[in-house]
């Protein structure tokens, strides 16, 4: 009964009131049970500890241990952090001081001039050694490697994880480009909406209306938009490690629809309602016009013609200076460029429609004025749309512009040809290089070794000092401590060759560049 009554209540694991209940049950089955094998199961949800896994968790620190403290007897050539020889050799900056210095292109920055100081093992570990006792070296090495500290220390090479003041914590773009011509038609549009909607109602005006809805459309976007430039200033951080500059075409391409719904599609909407209300009215014939309402309708428009003239001339000066610079047209800048520009065409054609209904009395004329003007912007905004779609896809830079970087790569010395290479632009001043090399052995142990011609002096030199080396341990030491320093040399080629990258993209700030080994 008890053996049954105790497979019934363990699955269910009940709360911890019951849990005195299931604790005599349990202690009232041991000793009946004798060697009897257990017929409850684990719980699903609470599954048993694997001996086998703990045993190797425990293999493997063994392995660990074993792997350090053949380091501390024959260290590998290969080279160490200064945090890496402070943490694990229990080091510091005096006992670090005579050492030699490898300088390594930092990792973290894209700039040829940024060095981070390594240190050889052996060198590191002979300190070491002398300064503490294999013992304590290994309890230190023990509590480094724990899983809380590797995780620590590996989180801290994920990008935007720390708050070290490294190249990527610089703003992910650096433009401002757009906001003076943003700036200029929000002002142009906000002076003269309010004065549109209303003279729209108190003369019945469609064509004021269209420009309305218009400038209305115009408002709200130059306002996210503005907003959205802001943003995209904003330094790169875990969760987008490129920055924020692809935020000014995610932006721009849900302003354009915004642009084609209120700015195009409510005028054309109208118009066609007032039409279809002619139409069922009978009003097609000619009726007379106020000519004062007329006047007034003209004279708003006219106002509004010269503000949207303003902001496009705005936008076109920022268009000149980035067109100078050697880059591609901002957005932002040209969306307000194109859109001020449909802006000054339609409201002249609203002022001919109205002019030409008071002239004619055809309300007909100003209707179809006024369509015709919301479907200037429906183009414009899906012209604009199209634009920024490709943007977001993340558009190439010229087959010019890369062709020369190419070129300027084969003819580099350690480079025997390049292939598959691909760039995307992010934002305006951001753009990514990829590319596969096929690097040349001999040219970089030749820039290393500082071998000009065969034979040279550099040449004998290291045929001495092959020749010295007394046996087979010396010599497989010998081409292990020149394999490491070879590698050396090959990463501070990698870096050289990124640099020349960025200096033949230098109009864009950021550039971030990959080549890979073919």
């Known amino acids: 009964k008890l053996q049954f009554l105790y497979l019934i209540v363990h699955p269910l694991r009940p709360p911890r009131r019951a849990g005195a209940a299931i604790m005599l049950c349990r202690r009232l089955l041991r000793p009946a049970a004798g060697g009897v094998r257990r017929l409850s199961a684990p719980h699903p949800l609470h599954p048993r500890p694997s001996p086998a896994l703990g045993a190797q968790v425990r293999r493997v620190t063994r392995r660990e241990v074993a792997e350090f403290k053949e380091q501390l007897e024959k260290p590998d050539h290969v080279t160490v952090s200064k945090r890496k020889a402070k943490k694990m050799y229990l080091l510091d900056d005096a006992d670090l001081e005579p050492l030699e210095i490898v300088d390594q292109p930092n990792p973290y920055g894209p700039r040829a001039q940024d060095k981070i100081e390594l240190y050889w093992l052996a060198d590191v570990v002979k300190i070491a050694r002398v300064k503490h006792t294999e013992e304590k070296l290994v309890t230190n090495f023990l509590a480094y490697e724990k899983p809380e500290s590797r995780r620590t220390e590996s989180q801290r090479k994920i990008f935007g994880m720390?708050?070290?003041?490294?190249?990527?914590?610089?703003?992910?773009?650096?433009?401002?480009?757009?906001?003076?011509?943003?700036?200029?038609?929000?002002?142009?549009?906000?002076?003269?909406?309010?004065?549109?909607?209303?003279?729209?109602?108190v003369t019945g005006s469609i064509a004021l209306f269209a420009d309305a809805m218009h400038s209305l459309a115009d408002v709200s976007n130059y306002l996210y938009r503005y907003y959205s430039i802001n943003r995209s200033l904003k330094n790169p951080d875990q969760n987008h490690p490129y920055g924020y500059a692809p935020l000014r075409h995610v932006c721009a391409d849900r302003s354009f629809v915004g642009l084609m719904m209120v700015g195009g599609g409510v005028p054309i909407m109208a118009g066609l309602?007032?039409?279809?209300?002619?139409?069922?009215?009978?009003?097609?014939?000619?009726?007379?016009?106020?000519?004062?309402?007329?006047?007034?309708?003209?004279?708003?428009?006219?106002?509004?013609?010269?503000?949207?003239?303003?902001?496009?001339?705005?936008?076109?000066?920022e268009l000149d200076q980035i067109a100078k610079a050697g880059k591609k047209p901002d957005i932002m800048t040209a969306a307000t460029h194109l859109e001020a520009k449909a802006g000054v065409y339609g409201i002249g054609i609203g002022m001919a429609g109205v002019i030409a209904t008071a002239v004619t009395g055809t309300p007909l004329i100003e209707i179809c004025a006024a369509t015709l003007m919301g479907g200037i912007v429906s183009g414009v905004a899906l012209k604009l749309l199209g634009t920024s779609s490709s943007k977001l896809l993340g558009a190439t830079l010229p087959v010019e512009r890369v062709t020369k970087v190419i070129e300027k790569l084969q003819a580099d010395d350690v480079v025997v040809e390049v292939y598959d290479v691909k760039t995307q632009v992010l934002g305006t001043d951001t753009v990514r290089f990829k590319a596969e090399l096929h690097y040349n052995a001999e040219a970089i142990t030749k820039r290393r070794r500082k071998i000009h011609r065969l034979p040279s002096e550099e040449g004998t030199q290291l045929f001495k000092e092959m020749r010295g080396v007394p046996n087979e341990t010396e010599a497989e030491d010998w081409l292990m401590k020149n394999d490491a320093q070879f590698l050396i040399a090959f990463s501070q080629e990698t870096s050289r060759l990124r640099a020349m990258v960025r200096e033949e993209l230098k109009e864009y700030s950021t550039v971030h560049v990959d080549l890979n080994i073919w």
């Open 162 to 201: 720390i708050g070290v003041d490294r190249w990527y914590t610089n703003p992910s773009s650096k433009t401002v480009e757009g906001q003076a011509s943003i700036l200029q038609g929000l002002r142009s549009n906000l002076v003269i909406f309010g004065g549109k909607l209303i003279a729209s109602k």
């Open 273 to 317: 309602y007032e039409l279809s209300e002619l139409y069922h009215m009978g009003s097609m014939m000619p009726a007379p016009v106020d000519p004062t309402l007329s006047m007034l309708s003209v004279g708003i428009l006219m106002l509004s013609a010269v503000m949207e003239y303003i902001a496009m001339r705005t936008a076109k000066g």
